[in-house]
Each structure stands twice: as C-alpha cells, then as structure tokens.
C-alpha cells in the first residue's frame, strides 16, 4: 500500500504580523489577555515603527546530563527556558520636524519602562486582535535604547533592548473572550 503525503499549505509572513507594547497593567491575566485588552487605546502599535527584521529574540531550552548507573549512555532531561538577544529596532525620529506627532514608539520604550510585548502571525496588521488569535506574550522590561549606527542611505533607527520575564509565552496563549 502507498503512502499518501498530505499537501500542507505553506504562508508568506511579509505582512502578517502585529506587534504591540501593552502598558504594565494593560492585561489583567497574561495567559488570558482578551481582544479589548490588545486592542485598547492605551496599546501603541510598533509594527509601524519596526522594519521587517526589526524584532529579535532567542528562546531555547538548556538541557541536564541524565547519567544513570544502568545505562552507559547519557541522555539528557529538559531544563531552564533562556530568552537572549532580545531587542527591536524602531524608527526614531527624534530631532525632525515628524519628532512630535510620529515618535511615540521612542517616547514610550524607555529604559525600565515595563508591560507587555504581544505579537501575532498570520493575520494582517490593520485586523484587531479577535477571540481565538494565538499570540506570544512577552512580560518584559525596557532596558537600554540606543542609536543604530549611521550607515549611507538609511532610516534613523533606534535600537531598544529589553529583558523577558521567564513566565512569557511563546505562541502559546489564546485571546479570550470577554472584557
């Protein structure tokens, strides 16, 4: 008997993302944040502001040696989550004539600022977050902001580093239901 292998659809992200910082205490319940809560007026919208390699982050998992007398072999046994270079570049715009009415995403990442970084594949950034989206949900901590390097012909960017919470979720969470 032959062995039929499934056509698995396959999606361009180029567009498909949205990722917003969320005030400190913008979310009620982080493994439960509802469509109000993301879509708020309090929550400033960085996808704007962010080139599309602009986000970076790390997350691996550290492994033990599981020795056992029994066994010559050494397997090894899941440990501590680590979240590492984790950053994101955003468009500064400090200094020009737009620095008042389109820098908000500098203003408000300052260094111990803290809240939420929540970000969604697959769904186009004008759709507001709905019941049922499956989102990341980074607690996080605004660290250091800094200038990116002057290159010719490039965007005045910034860069801001921020440290995550080790409770953050990773793709995990569903938007509730309710208010």
Do not use: C, W
């Not at 509802?34 to 390699?53: D, H, Q």
């Not at 499956?134 to 605004?142: G, P």
């Not at 002057?150 to 793709?171: G, L, W, Y």
Request: glycine share 6%; hydrophobic share 40%.
């Amino acid at each position: 008997m032959a062995t039929t292998i499934p056509a698995i659809p396959a999606h361009l992200e180029d567009g498909m993302l949205k990722t917003i910082f969320v005030p400190e205490n913008g979310i009620r319940d982080y493994m439960h944040p509802t469509a109000n809560e993301l879509n708020a007026e309090t929550v400033l919208e960085l996808s704007p502001y962010m080139p599309a390699t602009g986000f970076s982050m790390d997350h691996s998992q550290e492994t033990v040696d599981d020795d056992r007398e029994s066994s010559a072999a050494v397997g090894s046994i899941p440990a501590s989550d680590t979240y590492s270079n984790t950053s994101l570049q955003i468009i500064n715009n400090v200094n020009t004539a737009d620095a008042e009415t389109n820098n908000e995403a500098f203003d408000t990442l300052k260094r111990g600022v803290k809240g939420f970084i929540v970000r969604r594949r697959g769904k186009t950034v004008e759709e507001p977050f709905a019941d049922g989206d499956v989102v990341t949900v980074l607690i996080v901590t605004i660290g250091l902001v800094t200038p990116v390097a002057h290159a010719q012909n490039a965007r005045q960017m910034s860069t801001v580093n921020f440290s995550v919470d080790p409770k953050s979720q990773d793709e995990t969470v569903t938007v509730a239901a309710g208010a």
